[in-house]
């Protein structure tokens, strides 16, 4: 059985930064996608940054050049890396695990396995 959990949410300054991890088991592909999503009050949710079980990364061009994603393989743990967050960044965040490949790494269809979430909250 595949688990994911969510840590490392909270509230925030502007311009502050957050690091969110993602602790995964039962997911034993190591060529399987994983990405962050997000979704905020009353919007649907949207791919935030995604990286390929070979380390190639994708980025929503709302977070590019301040979000970082990075994986442990060792650790079996996933994280997102979030600077100069703005208000915008509010959201519940997902950590999610998919299929292999290189392409459309921010496709939600493309991922099989999501966590329960975390809260993000950038105050002005």
């Known amino acids: 059985q595949v688990q994911l959990v969510e840590s490392g949410g909270g509230s925030v300054q502007v311009g502050g930064s957050l690091r969110l991890s993602c602790a995964t088991s039962?997911?034993?592909?190591?060529?399987?996608?994983m990405a962050w999503f997000r979704q905020a009050p009353g919007k649907e949710r949207e791919g935030v940054a995604g990286?390929?079980?070979?380390?190639?990364?994708s980025y929503s061009d709302s977070v590019k050049g301040r979000f970082s994603i990075s994986k442990d393989n060792n650790k079996s743990t996933l994280y997102l890396q979030m600077n100069s967050l703005k208000p915008e960044d509010t959201a519940t965040y997902y950590c999610a695990a998919g299929k292999p490949g290189l392409w459309n790494l921010l496709r939600e269809s493309d991922y099989s396995y999501w966590g329960q979430g975390t809260q993000v909250t950038v105050a002005s």
């Open positions: 039962g997911f034993s592909d190591r060529r399987g996608r």
């Open positions: 990286v390929s079980g070979g380390g190639s990364t």
